[in-house]
């Protein structure tokens, strides 16, 4: 650390969906300030898409991008890939290695205990965004995930959650913290403001997001034909994301007779979505505090989402907005919403209420607050 600047090190797994987009936001903010930032992640996933996302972010990374094979679940591979996650970090010489999802969780607060060996101060924080929290604690998989938790919280400085209900799923699966924690909820660009009107031709419904079942794809698309027998009509929408599942949603679709009325596209810019549709969905089973709904919101645009993870604590517990996550709660809520589009859109929270508690700014100077803290305490 020199004049109060920070060599920053990034470390996750997947630079797909929400950890990617809370990172890149996050590691722009801190190179505004000054600090030196760099990012160690897998090679392996992801397309042309987030590719044109690094190399946009490339200017800002002080100490650079850096790729190696880190694969999803916990295997013998994990070895060599821990191996030359450290040797990269170690050169890389930074003051705080912050940890995002499991695998990252894991490799920065080993590899930060590790750098103290020669040097003391090495801040270790992490942030779960969901991550091993998804796992049912009855489990084989959540049993050996929440006890590789709790072992690695005492190499941990700090943890960050991004919504209560994070924080609250982490005291019920894994027991109350034993180092200080913080709430912060993720933040958006100023530039995300601005409102995006459908374009003409637009179609009825958007789904935004990665094609996996956590994120509910499937409830989507028989809420779509369930909506339809309600209200009479055709009902179209446009699914964008990618993922290894999407040839299992496209049959699912093909199997509703929905074809002609669904249309399936390649990830792009959220605002680039917003525009394609009237009304955005996001019918997940389990959420930390997802980007699509704060940029939704942001953008001015009607949605309806599922009461998961810290999605209320956007809308408020009451809102009209939230269902459960099941097609026909959801189909419902399409049936309702879809006829008087501008009505339904004044039960949304305000952008100006969005913007005051979930902008990039307050999230990232909360963030250095916890990095400086972390550090002091070392």
């Known amino acids: 650390m020199s004049n109060g600047k920070l060599r920053i090190v990034h470390c996750f797994r997947a630079p797909v969906g929400g950890v990617f987009r809370h990172v890149r936001d996050l590691a722009a903010a801190q190179a ?84 103290r060996v020669p040097r003391s101060r090495v801040a270790r924080l992490y942030s779960p965004h969901g991550g091993s929290l998804h796992h049912d604690e009855a489990s084989l998989a959540g049993k050996f995930y929440f006890t590789l938790e709790r072992a690695m919280c005492r190499l941990t400085d700090t943890l960050l959650f991004v919504s209560e209900y994070e924080r609250q799923t982490y005291i019920r699966k894994i027991g109350k913290p034993r180092v200080p924690n913080t709430l912060i909820y993720n933040g958006i660009q100023p530039g995300e403001f601005e409102p995006v009107p459908a374009r003409p031709g637009a179609a009825d419904l958007l789904y935004i997001g990665t094609m996996r079942d956590l994120k509910g794809p499937d409830i989507f698309i028989d809420a779509v034909a369930m909506a339809q027998t309600q209200l009479g009509r055709n009902v179209t929408a446009v699914m964008v994301g990618d993922g290894a599942d999407l040839p299992r949603y496209k049959a699912r679709v093909a199997q509703h007779g ?107 100077a909360a963030i250095e607050r916890a990095y400086f803290g972390a550090l002091q305490r070392n």
Not at 39 to 58: H, R, Y
Not at 262 to 270: H, I, K, N, W, Y
Not at 336 to 361: C, I, N, W
């Open 32 to 115: 505004a300030a000054g600090h030196s930032v760099g990012i160690v992640c897998d090679s392996s996933t992801g397309g042309d898409f987030e590719e044109k996302l690094f190399a946009a972010m490339g200017d800002c990374l002080a100490l650079g991008v850096h790729r190696i094979a880190m694969q999803r679940h916990v295997g013998p591979s994990d070895i060599a890939s821990a191996w030359r996650s450290f040797q990269i970090i170690r050169k890389l010489r930074p003051d705080v290695l912050h940890g995002h999802g499991a695998k990252g969780g894991v490799f920065a607060r080993l590899f930060g205990s590790l750098l």
């Open 258 to 364: 929905l074809t002609d009325r669904v249309r399936f596209l390649p990830s792009m810019p959220a605002r680039d979505a917003f525009a394609l549709a009237h009304l955005v969905v996001v019918p997940s089973r389990a959420e930390a505090m997802p980007y699509i709904v704060l940029e939704t919101l942001a953008a001015g645009k009607p949605m309806i989402a599922t009461a998961v993870g810290g999605i209320p604590e956007i809308f408020g517990i009451n809102s009209p907005a939230l269902v459960r996550p099941d097609p026909a709660s959801l189909a419902e809520k399409i049936a309702a919403a879809l006829p008087d589009l501008d009505a339904y859109s004044r039960m949304m929270p305000q952008p100006v209420e969005v913007k005051s508690h979930f902008g990039t700014d307050v999230m990232a």
